[in-house]
T-cell receptor, first 115, second 119 residues
């Protein structure tokens, strides 16, 4: 079975500091895609960043970057210069090319940003 | 960015009634949409995959006669909770699949969710 594990139910960070959220996944597929979604208190799911497994270069989106370790099946999210608006639940998700676009989500990490 | 809307955002109904939730992709066509359910402080649970012009595919354990899905057009999918009961109270979220070629790769965009409370 394909699984996504987020081992940190809660994390906190000081404003302007850097925080890393962990995610590991388990798959036997070679072609897949990884995502980080953010769900703020409004509960609107927002795509933060995506990574194609065939790409060796780590994806970056402004203050958000990933550390993709394919052999270790690890996909962590680094948030630099944390802002109060980054406070949210973060979900790691995974999709294979054979899953019919179905996403498998991790359990989520609640991020608190302290002023 | 891609926009997906849901209506209504909030609904309260009496036990035994049916509730319809709409999911629309506003600026792209979506042959595939997904319906999720989310309990407080938990992850999203996929209920079903909605395919335009064909029957929905339900996940194991989801009652298809309870949760009716209709994907009548490339921009609209509906979820009807039939004969709702208090245990159906939850947060329902839809997403729409945007295909590669319309902005850089296949991605799911989510609606804002619908909060259902069954009394």
């Amino acid at each position: 079975a394909q699984t996504v594990t987020q081992s940190q139910p809660e994390m906190s960070v000081q404003e302007a500091e850097t925080v890393t959220l962990s995610c590991t996944y388990d798959t036997s597929e070679s072609d897949y895609y990884l995502f980080w979604y953010k769900q703020p208190p409004s509960r609107q799911m927002i795509l933060v960043i995506r990574q194609e497994a065939y790409k060796q270069q780590n994806a970056t989106e402004n203050r958000f970057s990933v550390n993709f370790q394919k052999a270790a099946k690890s996909f962590s999210l680094k948030i630099s210069d944390s802002q109060l608006g980054d406070a949210a639940m973060y979900f790691c998700a995974y999709r294979t090319s054979t899953s019919g676009s179905r996403l498998t989500f991790g359990e989520g990490t609640q991020l608190t940003v302290n002023p | 960015g891609a926009v997906v809307s849901q209506h209504p955002s909030w609904v309260i109904c009496k036990s035994g009634t049916s509730v319809k939730i709409e999911c629309r992709s506003l600026d792209f066509q979506a042959t595939t949409m997904f319906w999720y359910r989310q309990f407080p402080k938990q992850s999203l649970m996929l209920m079903a995959t909605s395919n335009e012009g064909s029957k929905a595919t339900y996940e194991q354990g989801v009652e298809k006669d309870k949760f009716l899905i209709n994907h009548a057009s490339l921009t609209l999918s509906t979820l009807t909770v039939t004969s709702a009961h208090p245990e159906d109270s939850s947060f329902y979220i839809c997403s729409a699949r945007r295909l590669a070629g319309e902005g850089g790769g296949e991605t799911q965009y989510f609606g804002p969710g619908t909060r259902l409370l069954v009394l």
